[in-house]
């Protein structure tokens, strides 16, 4: 079967279920760390930070993330990945259960935690294409993100439950056993199996994949569109979270479930993706942030709670079938030779600014509340989707690749 066919590979198979566990194990503690700091403080002001915190790594390392990525060994870089994020779940939970949590605990392990993951993501997505070659890269990218959504439906669900019988610690601590699972599959990789590809001699430096990105339209004009949504779009912990609770006075119960409702749309937008594979086109994301931006409008005046849940998982839906193409045509167009640090920019730009716009958020909803909130950010997506097409739609063209000497002007040999 052609939608699975990445399946094939013995590595993929291992990594699967683990990534699945794990998955399943980080959207738990999300819903279970929103959830602890309004308990704490009642404070969307705070909520706001403790994502940008959570976040801020993202702009700070995944550019050496991905520079880490073209340099060394992927699978161990990894490893030590996953374990930086058991220690931080670990500890967390600890706190909470112990009853010793404090605010400022959370703002530590929330940063620690995001440092791990901005190390982690762009190694992660380099290591794909050894895992299942080049040619099985699309339809890899479509399962992983099927996997990761698969888990944003249970774990919301598990972790409001969890939190409702037990309190937030059980969450924390099931994130960090999730992590040793991951860690087990990747030492047990067999590295004949992967694709390894040779590369030029060049440095590894991080300002050659700025000047690549910047040569390529097709490549900056998807990572532009794909900052605006992500910064003002892909704010559903806080807009799910004030929605419940402020406007429609509900509690945690229903708080994780529209992280589930939310997945349902999700995981079918990935399901949907690995069947659209030609159709992963520069165009085709800018069109996706546009739609994506609307439904976001759609959801800021839903009148009632039934009405919002309902465009929930079709907002689910649009953003993550956009976003699926984004990461894919970007992983595809690269070359091997710098594909490491591509993909650390365009994870810096898919996350880094959620540091900056997420406080901010949290202060606008404070000010003016949620539903204006949203309506302002889903307005700003959908221009964005506009104006870059309008700039870049006749440079875009539509190129399977490009060879890394047409774009650099120098490459660098290692003496």
């Not at 590979?9 to 309004?38: C, E, K, M």
């Not at 990525?69 to 931080?88: E, P, T, W």
């Not at 290591?127 to 399962?143: C, H, M, Q, R």
Request: with cysteine.
């Amino acid at each position: 079967m052609k939608t699975l066919r990445s399946f094939r590979h013995r590595n993929y198979r291992i990594l699967f279920p683990a990534n699945a566990v794990s998955n399943t194990g980080t959207w738990a503690q999300r819903i279970a760390q929103d959830w602890l700091v309004l308990e704490l403080t009642g404070s969307s002001i705070y909520l706001g930070i403790v994502t940008g915190l959570q976040f801020a790594p993202a702009l700070l390392f995944s550019m050496q993330g991905g520079k880490l990525a073209d340099q060394f060994n992927k699978r161990i870089l990894l490893i030590y990945c996953n374990f930086g994020g058991f220690i931080s779940s670990l500890a967390l939970g600890l706190l909470i259960v112990t009853e010793n949590i404090q605010l400022w605990h959370i703002f530590l392990f929330a940063f620690t935690s995001g440092l791990a993951s901005a190390l982690d993501a762009p190694v992660r997505q380099a290591f794909t294409a050894e895992v299942v070659g080049k040619k099985d890269l699309p339809n890899a990218v479509s399962l992983n993100s099927a996997n990761f959504n698969a888990a944003r439906l249970i774990g919301p669900g598990i972790s409001g439950l969890l939190i409702a019988a037990f309190g937030t610690g059980p969450s924390f601590l099931l994130n960090a056993l999730s992590f040793l699972g991951v860690i087990i599959a990747l030492m047990t990789i067999r590295e004949k199996e992967l694709f390894l590809e040779k590369k030029p001699a060049m440095k590894s430096k991080i300002r050659e994949a700025l000047s690549y990105i910047k040569r390529r339209p097709d490549l900056f004009g998807t990572m532009t569109v794909v900052f605006f949504a992500t910064t003002f779009g892909f704010n559903f912990a806080i807009y799910n979270a004030l929605m419940t609770t402020k406007v429609f006075d509900l509690g945690v119960e229903v708080f994780g479930a529209l992280g589930s409702i939310l997945a349902i749309g999700s995981l079918t937008g990935a399901i949907v993706s690995a069947k659209l594979e030609k159709r992963r086109t520069p165009k085709a994301v800018m069109f996706g942030v546009f739609v994506f931006g609307i439904f976001l409008i759609f959801g800021s005046v839903a009148p009632n709670f039934m009405i919002y849940a309902l465009i929930l998982p079709v907002t689910g839906f649009i953003a993550l079938l956009t976003m699926i193409t984004a990461n894919s045509l970007v992983q595809v167009r690269s070359d091997p030779a710098i594909r490491g640090r591509v993909m650390g920019v365009y994870l810096t730009v898919f996350l880094g600014g959620t540091p900056i716009g997420s406080p901010l958020l949290g202060a606008l909803a404070a000010w003016i509340g949620i539903r204006w909130t949203m309506f302002i950010c889903g307005t700003i997506t959908a221009t964005s989707g506009v104006i870059v097409y309008l700039w870049l739609k006749d440079r875009i063209g539509n190129p399977e690749s490009y060879a890394i000497d047409d774009v650099l002007d120098t490459t660098y040999n290692d003496k």
